[in-house]
């Protein structure tokens, strides 16, 4: 399988069809490299709000809220491009209401139309306290042609318990859509993604927005390198890292990964971490000693 992790920024759109014509060469761009998944960030969907006009994107209550309004058309118009291009699409998330609460979800698409969404889990500081986004429930594996594929977006990638419930139930590939101001806070995802694929012996991918967007409030700056990452194992770059882009720089990253590798390594790696995970359990049910010097 090819897989594909979009460094994506955000742009401000007169009207809608400015908005379909943009994803249409991304869309076309990241499938012209063969990619069987093309994974766009977290909240880029965000783009979506200038079409309320600057005054609603520069609110930070607002600008969620225009994004949501046109959550049905953008997913019309991927739904398709997944059609045209005969491609898997993880669309970037962004805020859809959902019970009467907004929540932050990505829609995966495949050639027949959508397969599903997974909301996320966790939920930032930011996310509680200012624009009071709600976490989504429940975990969801997606059977495609080319593997059984898991969603922890941003900040549910640093929580292992999540990516663990995904593999034990399948999932051979764990896609880390995210959005993150600074480089701290792309690095804690970047480490975060490299230490599922060691612990579950899966391929991760981390798909970033980057660059600025001063006209929307609460993703004016944005940070990060697309990449692709495995576990160090025998048969695996011995850095993990399949592939990165550069900082910063919009785009497209490939990588190709062999779903019989993803399986030899949990049965027979250098280090079985995947099938020794369980052992925690008894280690951790004895009760720590504390030894005072």
């Known amino acids: ?62 600008a969620v809220r225009e994004a949501a309004k046109h959550h049905e058309a953008a997913s019309a118009v991927l739904a398709r491009l997944a059609a045209a291009h005969d491609v898997h699409i993880l669309g970037g998330s962004g805020p859809v209401w959902h019970e009467g609460q907004l929540v932050n979800r990505a829609v995966f698409y495949g050639p027949s139309g959508v397969i599903g969404h997974q909301d996320k889990q966790i939920m930032t500081r930011f996310e509680r306290e200012d624009w009071g986004i709600a976490p989504g429930s429940g975990l969801k594996v997606f059977e495609t042609p080319f593997a059984r594929v898991g969603v922890v977006i941003c900040y549910d990638s640093e929580f292992p318990l999540l990516s663990r419930a995904l593999s034990e139930a399948g999932a051979e590939v764990l896609l880390a859509p995210c959005c993150t101001e600074g480089f701290a806070g792309f690095m804690r995802v970047r480490v975060g993604s490299m230490a599922r694929a060691l612990e579950n012996q899966c391929v991760t991918l981390q798909a970033p927005l980057v660059g600025e967007a001063a006209w929307c409030a609460g993703v004016e700056e944005n940070t990060g390198i697309a990449g692709i990452f495995g576990p160090p194992d025998a048969g695996w770059p011995e850095t ?31 280090v079985l971490l995947s099938r020794h995970w369980p052992e925690q359990e008894e280690r951790v049910a004895v009760p720590v000693e504390v030894i005072r010097a």
């Open 240 to 270: 993990g890292v399949l592939a990165e882009g550069a900082l910063n720089v919009p785009g497209w990253v490939v990588a190709e990964v062999s779903r019989e590798q993803i399986r030899q390594t949990r049965d027979d790696g250098v």
């Open 1 to 62: 399988m090819k897989l594909a992790a979009a460094a994506y920024p955000l742009d401000f759109f007169g009207d809608f069809s400015a908005y379909e014509a943009k994803i249409t060469a991304w869309v076309a761009e990241g499938a012209a490299t063969g990619a069987d998944l093309l994974v766009f960030p977290e909240y880029g969907a965000m783009e979506l709000a200038s079409l309320g006009g600057r005054a609603v994107a520069g609110d930070q209550d607002r």
